[in-house]
Each structure stands twice: as C-alpha cells, then as structure tokens.
C-alpha cells in the first residue's frame, strides 16, 4: 500500500526523501515521486516505476537546487492507473501534497470544483483533495482553517502530507484512519507511513491521531489542534530494532523471515508463560476470552488462514463456539450478534482496513475486542480493548510466513489457558502442549530448514504446473488454504484449496493427466479417507505430492514429504509449503518480496 515520506532540517531533502521510498517499498507500489521546496518554488519529479528509476530521473535532473523541506510517496494504484500523470505529488494551485488513501466522493467534488474552474489532469482522488486544499486556503489564508475545510467536505480515509507555496519550507500533515508517524531526529525532522523510514535516525517517534496536524519546519517539529491550538505530545519509543528489519545476507526478506520461525514462535511464546504455563493475566488481562459465550475471528488473507487454525484449537481444547470472519465480508453481514460475544481480530500489520473497519463496527455495537497483532502501535492496537502480540519481529516481505506461524502458535496457547481456566484440560496436558509449541515446534522447524534443498527440489519438479489444488480434511484443510494462497501471491500459479472430501461432488471433473493435487494429511482420523481421495486423483492421472506427518508408503502418492510434529503440524508444515512457494517462485522469476499488485498492508478498502 501506498508510503509517505516528508522530511525538514537543515540538509538536502531528495537524499532523505528517495531513502525513505526505498525503505518503504515492501508497502507494495507502481509508481512513486517527489516535491522539494527550492529556491524558485516548488519542484516535482515523479515516474511510474520504482523507486530506483525515481531517484535515476532526480539525478538526471540538469541542476539539482538545494532544498531542505520536501515530500514523497510510492503508490498502490486505487483511483487511476499506474502511470506518471497519476503518481503523487499532485499540485493544484499553490498547493502540494501526497495521500494514502482513499477519498469516496471524490468524483462528485471533481464535478464541483471544475465547474468553479479547477482544471485536472490526472484520474486520482489525490487530486481532488488538493484543489480542496487550494480553494481552502484562497478562501481563507490559514492553513488549519484550510485542513479543516477540505476534513469537512471528504468521505473516505486519508493521510496526507501537503506543502503549500506561500508557506516556505515547511510540511503540513493530517490523517483519518490511514497511518502516519512524525519524528525529529538530528539531522531533521521527518513524516511517515510507518517506523521502517526513520527508525535509523531516531529511537522515538509520535503517532499522529485523528484530529491533530503535524507542522514539519526546518529548525523543528510540532502539533496542532484542529482548531490550529498548539498541541503538546510525547513522543513513543521504537520498540523493533531495524536492524530486525533487514535481510542481512539473505537473498530475500522471505528467506529470512521464514528462518525467523523458531525464533518467532519462541518470542512470542515465552512472553506469555509463567511458571511454564500460559498466563491468562498475561494473555487476557480483562477476562474477555474466559467469559466469552461465543468467539469470532475477523481478518484477511493469511491472518485470517490463521484464524481458522485458532478456530479448530479454541474449540477442540477449550470447547469455545468459534466462528470465522473475512473482515470485508463481516462488516456488511449484518451479524446476529448476541450477548457474550467476544472478538477476536487478527492482524500483522495493524493497519489492515477492513479489518479495522470491522473493528469499529462490533466496538460501536458495544461488544469488546481483542486485537492480536505484530506491530507495536498500530492502530489495530489503539482500538482494541485488549492486546495480544505475536513477537516475529518486522515482516517486510509482502507475503506472510513468520507472522502465521508465529499467530498460529499464539492462538493455540491462548486456547491451552482458556481450555485450563474452563477446566476442559488439566495442567499437565498444559505444560505437554507447551512444550510441543516451545520446544518441539521450533526444532522441527529448523530440521526442515535444514532440509530446504530437498524442499527446492520438489519445487522444481513442480513449479511449472499451470494449476494446483491443495486438498486436506479439517485442520489440514484450513492449511492448504495458507498454503494455496502463499503459492498464488508470489508464485502466480492458479491454485485452489479444497475440502478433500468434497472434490467428487463436482470439482474433480478438473482432474486430468498431471493436474497437480497437493494432498495434505496429518493425524489418524481421517487419514485413511484422504489416501482415498488421493487414489481417486491419481485414478485420473492427477499428480499428487503428499505432505504428511508421519511414516507412508511411498506408493501412495507421487512424491512424499513427512514434517514430524507431534501436536503443532499446522504451524511446522506451513514452513514447508513457504519455502515450496518461495523456490517456485524463484524459479519461475517471480519478485518474491514484492508480488506484482500486492501491498504489505492494505489500509484502503
Ligand atoms: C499474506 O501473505 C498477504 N500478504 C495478505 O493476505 C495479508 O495476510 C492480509 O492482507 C492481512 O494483512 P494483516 O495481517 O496485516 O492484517
């Protein structure tokens, strides 16, 4: 999604302004720019591409005026193609700005302010928002007052950093739901999207809330009311080293982050034990998950994939009625809600919209929720009632690996306290399960990481098959869902999950000479019935690699794979089908950090 960088002091800005683009390219983006306050006004250089062909057409400038107060920005495409004309900044009138987000009645207001004589020239909503700032600021001369005025007539979510040319040198910046940060640091004072573009200058930063303006100047940082009152804040510290956040001598973030499992799962584990039990004071501070009647798990993508493994754990330990929620879906469902119901919302980057927005649904309906979130500070985490972190540390790969494992194993201690509290299992089964999550997960982790070559290999064989579908029965399912999803966002092959039990009800009609079937296996209940469906694909030439838990024949299916975890196989065998979607991707020339049309966090609806 869409990065904003601003920046102030007393050095050349461009060099600031291109470092944080690039620090913010895991957001996902197809086009990126930058305006810059030089001596002879403002100056604007944008390109649809990257960040790199940015900084090559800054460089090919023919004089490069110095000027220390400047904004960028990478966008998503919403509102407009990915071409030049539309990437920011967008000037109108004296007026500069770049916008994350998304402004709903933008093609009324267009109407509106071209028959005032507005002329546009891009199809953005960013556009739009500038005139309204422009017109704001003719009317009135005051910049709050002009903020205030273009607040007033949007609908949508927005964060923008704009400049205005009779206010030399200096940022204005103001949001509605889309994140921003401001920070001062020595060698100036800087505007962002997230921590990631100034954590190298600065331990602290101060989250910019609703209603409140950031005012960049070269000799300093400070806030305002709406109103344009003065506005004290104290700042927040950085709590992820951004050393965390780099690949160091990995190939790709993905690499790394998936290496960072272990470690994950035993961060994030470890800070919720006492006594080698998980804490409920710890992990549910304000009761809502022991006295929940019902719990629902709303989220997207790979957060929600892991929801569905959290589902299978809240009820078959802790006998807890779970439901699972697409956050985009929900919000429109009307659900019938009733007393007791907990929420329970999943969500790496904290700044997911649709999983916001149904955040502030069922919290304006009264109900509570608990966020569980990777990123400190989010906005996830100031809207919840109660926080859980998973501890995997930064994830800037576009696609999700060590987040998943690490919100799969959070959830299933969550559900060993809440399943001792209920009295549904005593200690001792705890304490066994905790060791499985604390220590025997991490191991078996790290023997397959050990194996990865083997992994590659099977890769290889298959990574050019045109489709894939990946079946499983219960919790096995709920796998190849992440599994299937992680091969479609950086691989690009059309894959499908499916309820092993369900593909003779239609969809094995599809089934032909070397269709592809990942079949996904684990525990003996149903194991039996999914060989069987195995030997239905393979009857109609479909290929069908195996992964599994424990020992099989190596007949029953074309290729085998045994991850031998004990409890926790969803959390093990989800790094096998990472790296399998990793390889694949490698070998098919894939951008395996950042997959065409994918944002890291999607903050616009
Ligand atoms: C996962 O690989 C994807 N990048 C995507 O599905 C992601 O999980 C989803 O957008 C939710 O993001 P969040 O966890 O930050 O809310």
């Not at 007026?95 to 002329?119: C, D, F, M, P, T």
């Not at 640091?185 to 809330?209: E, H, K, M």
């Not at 659900?335 to 999983?355: K, M, N, R, V, W």
Request: aromatic share 10%; charged share 20%.
């Amino acid at each position: 999604m869409c990065g904003i960088i601003g920046y102030c002091g007393k050095e050349e800005a461009a060099p600031y302004l291109l470092k944080g683009l690039y620090s913010l390219e895991y957001r996902g983006y197809d086009s990126a720019g930058l305006c810059v306050f030089a001596p002879q006004g403002m100056l604007t250089v944008k390109t649809a591409g990257r960040v790199a062909d940015l900084q090559q057409k800054w460089d090919a400038l023919p004089e490069r005026p110095f000027a220390r107060c400047g904004i960028g920005h990478t966008r998503w495409a919403t509102d407009g193609a990915p071409t030049e004309k539309n990437a920011h900044p967008h000037r109108v009138g004296s007026v500069s700005i770049v916008h994350n987000g998304i402004i709903e009645n933008s093609g009324a207001l267009r109407v509106e302010l071209q028959k005032k004589g507005y002329v546009f020239v891009s199809q953005t909503d960013t556009e739009v928002l500038a005139a309204l700032l422009d017109e704001g600021y003719q009317a009135v001369g005051n910049i709050p007052a002009a903020i205030r005025y273009a607040e007033s007539r949007v609908t949508g979510s927005f964060a923008v950093a704009a400049m205005f040319e009779p206010e030399k040198d200096t940022v204005w910046a103001f949001r509605k739901e889309s994140p921003l940060i401001a920070a001062t640091a020595p060698n100036g004072n800087f505007l962002a999207s997230d921590i990631f573009a100034v954590s190298r200058y600065t331990s602290q930063y101060y989250p910019l809330q609703e209603e409140e303006i950031a005012v960049l100047r070269p000799d300093g940082l400070s806030f305002l009311q709406k109103d344009g009152t003065p506005l004290e804040k104290d700042p927040v510290s950085i709590l992820t080293d951004s050393r965390q956040a780099e690949k160091g001598a990995f190939p790709h973030h993905m690499l790394k982050e998936i290496f960072d499992a272990p470690d994950a799962i035993r961060e994030t584990v470890a800070a919720y034990l006492r006594d080698g039990l998980p804490s409920l004071s710890l992990l549910d501070p304000k009761g809502f998950l022991r006295r929940a009647k019902r719990l629902f798990i709303v989220a997207c993508g790979t957060a929600l994939n892991a929801g569905k493994i959290g589902k299978f754990y809240f009820e078959k330990l802790a006998g807890l009625s779970t439901y699972c929620a697409i956050a985009s879906e929900f919000r429109y469902d009307s659900p019938i809600l009733q007393d007791g119901d907990h929420f329970l919302f999943i969500t790496q980057s904290g700044e997911t919209a649709d999983t916001l927005a149904a955040m502030r649904m069922v919290r304006g309906m009264g109900f509570s929720a608990t966020a569980l979130v990777n990123t400190p500070n989010s906005t996830a985490v100031n809207l919840a009632d109660s926080v859980l972190y998973t501890r995997a540390g930064p994830e800037i790969a576009v696609a999700s690996t060590k987040a998943y494992v690490a919100q799969c194993s959070l959830l299933y201690l969550v559900a060993n306290a809440v399943a001792l509290y209920r009295e549904k299992i005593n200690a001792v089964a705890v304490r066994e399960n905790v060791h499985a999550l604390y220590h025997d997960a991490p191991i078996c982790i790290a023997n397959l990481l050990a194996d990865r070559e083997a992994v590659r290999a099977i890769s290889q064989k298959y990574c050019e098959a045109p489709s894939c579908f990946f079946i499983g029965r219960g919790l096995d399912y709920s796998l190849a869902e992440e599994s299937s999803l992680k091969c479609k966002e950086i691989s690009y092959i059309h894959c499908e999950a499916y309820p092993a039990g369900e593909l003779k009800h239609g969809t094995i009609a599809l089934i032909e000479e070397n269709t592809l079937v990942v079949a996904i296996v684990s525990g003996e209940m149903v194991r039996e019935k999914t060989f069987s469906n195995i030997r239905e694909v393979r009857a109609r030439g479909g290929k069908v690699l195996l992964v599994t838990d424990r020992h099989a024949e190596t007949q029953v299916a074309d290729d085998l794979y045994i991850v031998p975890a004990k409890k926790l196989f969803p959390v093990c065998a989800a790094v096998f089908f990472q790296l399998f979607a990793y390889y694949g991707a490698l070998l098919r020339g894939c951008d395996v950090d950042k997959p065409r049309n994918l944002a890291k966090s999607v903050t616009v609806e």
